[in-house]
């Protein structure tokens, strides 16, 4: 049958925006008694073919996860030029930036959220996989993220 | 042992600030198939007894309820005077609210974030529990909300 809908409702992550990544892993370690985690930064353009309003850009973002039960915490920290995290960090201040499901065939979902008039804001591949942001903040209150793990 | 911090770190429930709770519900149930729940308001402040900053305030809340994998996304739209869920939606428009945890010991867990420099903004109590919402967005990005069930 085809797919009318995302598919899936369970939420796997929280992705919050933040100005000072190191500080604010600090606060999280210290309120909820985790250890800091490793804090990376995303792959240049070249590997990651991030396209932002469907340009390319050479956007990047500090990242570290925390396993908040089943799901994970996501704290970004913009790096560099425009993207969706900036644009969120610029006109909101820090908060959080999306909900993120996993996802099976990214193609027919972004065209499937086209049609409902939500589009398509970012996308890239990361190791393992790939993801887009789609602009539902108008209709959900939030923007979604949409992952898809290629198969092993 | 005296607690040091949360005492957990299990997500159960993120809360999303909206100006139109029918219309976001609806959205909700298209974009993920779900059907749309049953939106109720608050009990009134005599049944509460909600404190905003300290003070007693009629503050109200159109609330709705998704369950989405393990945790629920409520949405939230204010009602009346002054609260969290207002202000806001006054300074940030629609957007991530909160995110809440299951506590136990309600008063030593605002005691020890208060230590650490995270005061109460409201608090008050709902049908087999109390919630309280911080003021940790400056140091975590969000602000949490805990919410203790008293044993049956």
């Given at each position: 049958?085809?797919?009318?809908?995302?598919?899936?409702?369970v939420i796997c992550q929280i992705g919050i925006v933040v100005r000072d990544i190191e500080r604010t892993a600090k606060a999280y370690a210290d309120i909820f008694g985790m250890d800091?985690?490793?804090?990376?930064i995303t792959d240049?353009?070249?590997?990651?073919?991030i396209k932002f309003r469907?340009?390319?850009t050479q956007a990047r973002a500090k990242l570290a996860f925390f396993q908040m039960g089943s799901m994970s915490l996501e704290l970004i920290e913009p790096v560099?030029?425009?993207?969706t995290w900036k644009e969120f960090?610029?006109?909101h201040g820090e908060g959080v930036h999306h909900i993120a499901f996993q996802i099976k065939g990214m193609e027919q979902i972004l065209a499937i959220l086209d049609k409902k008039g939500i589009s398509t804001i970012q996308q890239g591949d990361y190791t393992g996989g790939r993801y887009a942001y789609v602009d539902s903040a108008p209709s959900l209150g939030v923007i979604l993220e949409l992952l898809e793990n290629y198969s092993s």
């Open positions: 049958m085809d797919k009318q809908n995302l598919d899936t409702n800091i985690p490793k804090i990376r240049t353009e070249e590997i990651t073919n469907g340009a390319s560099g030029e425009s993207s960090l610029d006109e």
